[in-house]
């Protein structure tokens, strides 16, 4: 019997998880989200967060996946190139370089490019602090309900 239960409460969680996400999107915060649902703001904000988490890895998933069709992908052009080029044909030569440098840019092997910013005459930038929110200040419905960042 344990089991039906659990399998009933999985999924009325996928389904509140669901219309929580659905809300959330449309604008309400966690506290309308909770009363419509009939749970509490932290749980609301808990299935929110959990949906977005999921959607995330199934984003990076299916980017993987994606990856890995265009590495194949750019294996078989290099492969109609290769012989040709290591023969010294300039062109095959060209294509096989381009085909390398777009199968570094898929795999992010470049090395990162370094920027240097500097103040006026070249010398130390000066960085100030300057907080969008200031003691009292009246930022909202909802932002009393999400949990401490701690």
């Known amino acids: 019997m344990g089991g ?17 996400l659905q809300l959330r999107h449309a ?4 506290r309308a989200i909770a009363n419509q649902l009939g749970i509490s703001a932290p749980y609301a904000y808990r299935l929110v967060s ?12 299916k980017a993987s996946e994606l990856r890995q069709l265009e590495s194949e992908r750019l294996d078989r052009l290099f492969l109609a190139v290769y012989q ?12 096989a370089l381009k085909i390398i440098q777009q199968r570094a840019k898929l795999f992010g092997l470049e090395a990162p490019q370094q920027h240097q910013i500097s103040g006026a ?8 602090w300057v907080s969008p929110v200031q003691p009292g200040d009246d930022i909202g419905e909802g932002a009393d309900e999400l949990p401490d960042a701690t």
């Open 4 to 20: 039906k239960r659990s399998a009933k409460k999985d999924i009325n969680k996928q389904v509140n998880a669901e219309q929580a």
């Open 27 to 30: 604008g309400a915060s966690y």
């Open 50 to 61: 959990d949906a977005l988490a999921e959607l995330a890895a199934q984003t990076m998933d």
């Open 84 to 95: 040709d080029a290591v023969k010294g044909d300039l062109k095959a030569m060209d294509r």
């Open 121 to 128: 005459g070249g010398g130390a930038l000066k960085i100030e």
